[in-house]
């Protein structure tokens, strides 16, 4: 600064350097704020979750979380890619756990992959489907297929041409797990196509079985998806880890 009979001014240099000092402060307000918003009692942590990261690892995630931040409410929602993400950008969530979508749907979004899971194709025990080797003999079953705006049907459908399989024609599109499972279990003509993590408890127990197709380009990414440029808060920071914390023991 520079002293004058009409008072004090900046230098040149300190023009400067007031730009980068007015930006600290700001970010240390910000840091104080986040820690003072989420030590209150009524914090609440908003977590969307993919079909087949709800029945699997978030499980045990989350009630290891309630032990660690017992006055952190934990709202669970589940629901198609495209909604949850909508809503982890509009701000109506904090995170989003489930397979990497395709880039038009991850804009404004960062991802942190946990682990990679392939989709499959699964009936029941009492099937004549067990012994299917090729992806056109699917045909002659009703086939349960991902919806338009589920993130696997992009690699179901490239899976399908690369075999030269068309579109199935006796198809039911659908998202719901509810409803997947208790079809193909009743049903022992249907057949459903389904990402791994959300059979995997229904294949350990017998009550389908995954058929033997090649589905390894299928495989992706799963992963944690929050708002890109954005400071997470405490309780976040804590989640996301335990998260990783439990992928690497699985």
């Known amino acids: 600064m520079e002293r004058s009979r009409s008072g004090v001014s900046l230098t040149p240099e300190g023009e400067v350097f007031l730009q980068f000092a007015e930006q600290s402060t700001a970010a240390l307000r910000h840091g104080l704020r986040s820690i003072q918003a989420n030590s209150s009692a009524a914090g609440k942590l908003r977590i969307g979750a993919l079909p087949s990261v709800a029945s699997t690892l978030l499980p045990k995630v989350a009630l290891a979380f309630a032990e660690q931040s017992p006055d952190t409410l934990v709202e669970i929602n589940e629901g198609p890619h495209n909604d949850l993400t909508a809503r982890l950008r509009s701000g109506g969530l904090d995170l989003v756990v489930g ?27 009492q099937s004549d489907a067990q012994g299917l080797t090729d992806f056109a003999e699917l045909d002659g079953f009703r086939v349960l ?10 690699l179901v459908a490239r899976l399908l ?60 990414a799963v992963g944690i998806m929050s708002r890109a440029e954005e400071v997470p808060s405490v309780a976040t920071r804590s989640f996301s880890k335990l998260l990783s914390e439990v992928c690497v023991q699985r």
């Open 161 to 220: 041409i690369s075999q030269g399989v068309p579109l199935f024609r006796n198809r039911i599109e659908t998202a719901s797990p509810a409803f997947g499972r208790a079809t193909s279990l009743a049903d022992p003509n249907t057949v459903w196509i389904i990402s791994q993590g959300v059979v995997a408890g229904d294949i350990a127990d017998g009550r389908l079985v995954k058929l033997e197709l090649d589905m390894s380009a299928t495989r992706g």
């Open 145 to 154: 297929y991902p919806p338009k705006d589920s993130a696997i049907r992009p």
């Open 99 to 125: 397979r990497l979508g395709k880039p038009d749907m991850m804009a404004g979004l960062s991802f942190q992959q946990l682990y990679s899971e392939e989709v499959v194709v699964v009936a029941s025990a």
